[in-house]
Each structure stands twice: as structure tokens, then as C-alpha cells.
């Protein structure tokens, strides 16, 4: 279910565009720099920089619509887009942590960004991952300096899901920050702001651009976490996402309802045919799964294409012939567009192999090919 409120969002219905002349799409404010009236002026824009339109390293025109929907979207006061969505990542951790500060990564994580916590730890930023059964107990993990849990619900590659309020009041019990990864639901499917996390980050790579033709990433948070990480990290390290990308992330939203609506249910379709089918193990599936039900339905309306499936096969030789038997799933990293895309885990980033994660998995991204014509090519690799 996608809330009628989130369609107006993305469309942006209800925004003022007067400054737009009228044009039905916000215009491409393809500038480095914006003049002031004064040079008082100026220097009074440079203090408030991340409010004002001084620089477009800090703050840009068509880059604050796509922000202003995005933290619409995620019930947040406050978002900056950034080049990736590592980049939005690496702003968290380094404008929110120091030397001698601890982070807990909950459930699997992105490979690379648990490769940047390991390149934090030369400047003395530590941390733990649990994942599988050890997220049940994960303040038995917490130590007296996590400074913040960073989790994924559904996590990479499983997709198994950990309970977001569960999470949230732990933390806040002890003052730790919160943040989550919510690229494979989007916002349209889990808000968990409302639920009490602070920071939710996307690659917005994936479904929000939806087109595999940007590479972009957003951070929503309060504003006073956001004003920490602005002057510390975002001006400093400046990953900022380009005007022109911005425009095309917007074009991505106005459809981002109805590519999701198709995306799950085609996912859906795709993944319970292949969990019927003999030469399949198991299928990892967020709306498939007996064991995460509860919570699926307590945190989630929804969910979108991204799912994997253990095969049954004798070698990992065999699992890649059965892949390139595949037509219309390209052999590609990354998900989220129109087109289909398949990729085996094993070998793809040795951070996602602890012990639970099946040798023969395959992840598979839906696109929008239409069902039908997904399973017929599953049939005949599968065959
Ligand atoms: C792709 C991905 C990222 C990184 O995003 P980029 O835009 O590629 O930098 C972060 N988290 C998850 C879950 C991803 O799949």
C-alpha cells in the first residue's frame, strides 16, 4: 500500500511553482555560484550556507526540490543529496563520530560500507557487525562508546528483517544515534523516522532514480543533526550531487509510485514461482518469509523487487551456466531499473560471506518486463 499523500510528493502537486514560470518541471539551476545584492549580503550568505544559495557545493536550486521531496517522503525535517549513496554514508560517519567512538552495524550491510567502517578504524573509529541470530540480542553488543547503530531492514542479500522500534528505543535509552540504510524499500514502503531512527540514508542508484542513469544518494535527519553534518562533512567533503543528476532524480519520482506497485508485485510473482520450483532451495523475500511476518507488518507496507533464491546445484560452475542461460536478466551489479538484473553472491564482495549466507544464492532485481515473461525466462535457464 503507498500512501496517496507520497503520489502528491513525488509529483510535487501541491509546490509552489511560481518560480518555475510555469514550466511543469522545476528548472535545471546549472550554476557553481549565485550573486548577492551586497556584499554585506554576501558575507551574511556565506555564514547560513545551508540555507541560502551562495555556492552550489553547499546549497543549489534544482538539488533542494529533489531534497525538499525526499524529506517529504521520509516524514524528516531536513535532507542533502549527495554524488552516491557511500557518499551519504561516509557524511554520517564522519560528521557524527570521532576518534575512540564505537559503531554497531546490525544484519548484513553493504559490502562498502562495512569496507569504510575498516578504513575508519585507521582514524580510530571502531566497530562490530552482527548479523542472522545475534541481531536478537543486539545490546548485548552495545558498548560503553557506541556512538551509533547503523543497520539495513531488509538486509543486503538475505533481506531479513530486525525490528526497527526495538532499535530505536534501545538507543535512545543510552543516547546513541540511529541510522538506516532504506534503499530496497524506499520511502513509499518504510518510514522509519516516525519509528524513532534519526538518519535514514539511500543510494538513490537504485529505485528513486530508476532508470540506471544516475548515481546519487540523500541523508534525511533533524535539522540540528543535519546542521552538525552540513558545516563538518558536506561542505568538507563535498560529494555533492550535480544539478543536471538532481533534475533526472526528480524525473525518476514521478514515476517512483507506480514503477514500486510494479515492482513488488512482479517481484512477488517471480520469487514465489521460483520458490516452488525443484531446482531451487530457498527464497529470500521479505513478504515470503514466515519468520519475519510480524515485523514485516508491523514496519513495512510493502516491498519492492530486490530478493534472492539459493539454487539447488551441484557446483558453483553449474550456478553460473543456469545465470547466463538467463535472457532477460542481465548480468549486472547494482538494481532498481526497469530492466531485470541477476547476479550470483559468491565471489561479488567477500564482505557479504559470513557463514549464513549460501554459497549458490542469487540475487535477482525485477524490473518491469511484465511477470509473464520473467518466469518464461526462468523456465528455460531453470530447465
Ligand atoms: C548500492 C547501495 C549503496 C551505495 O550506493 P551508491 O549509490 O552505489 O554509492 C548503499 N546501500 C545499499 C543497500 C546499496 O545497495
New binding site residues.
Partial sequence: MIDKKDVLICLGSEEDTSEYHGAVLPPIAQASLFRKGSAKELLEGLKHEDEEFVYTRGTNPTVKVLESRLAALERGESCKCFA????A?SAVFTGLLKSGDHILFINNI?G??LQLAEMLTSFGVEHDTIHGADCADFEGHIRPNTKLIFF?SPG?MLFRVVSISAIARAAKERGILTCI?N??STPLFQKPIPMGIDLV?H????YISGHSDV???ALITSESLMKKIFFRSFLLLGGIQAPFDAWLLLRGLLTLPTRMRQHQSDGLAVAKYLADHKRVRRVFHPLLSDADSELVSKQMTGYSGLFSAELDVADFDELCAIVDRLRLFGKAV??GGVESLVIPSFGFDDDYHSDEIPKHLVRFSTGLEGADSLIADLEAALD
Wanted: net charge negative; hydrophobic share 30%; glycine share 14%.
Fill in positions: 552516491s549513496g557511500i557518499a554514508i553493504y562498502p560500507t539495513e543486503t540504510d534503499s530496497v540514508v543510494s538513490c542508484t537504485k548515481v546519487g544518494g547494482s538494481w
